[in-house]
């Protein structure tokens, strides 16, 4: 197999994404969970990345100057029950840090 280091392509769809990489056009790294649907039926494959570690931290953010609305409870709530499922399922390698 050969990679090519220089080639640039930017997708912005997780669906365009996963199908080109079901076709064979290309590999990508980020997370198991990204393409975990294609993952768990075999169609994709995936390899960690042992070296160096990769790490990075998701913030969820909010106006402090602007008083929480009903709907922004309600996204925020969301948002971090589906953060927290997918953890807890073992589909996002991952560790809950609440400050």
Known sequence: MILEGRAKLQMNSV???GASLAAG???AIGTKLFMYEHI???LLHYRPIVEPELSRTLYVCE???RPATYALEAVRSLILD???RSVVDGRWQARMVML
């Open 25 to 27: 056009l290309g590999c």
């Open 63 to 65: 106006m402090a100057d």
């Open 40 to 42: 768990e039926s075999g």
């Open 82 to 84: 589906l953060i927290r």
């Open 15 to 17: 669906h365009a994404i």
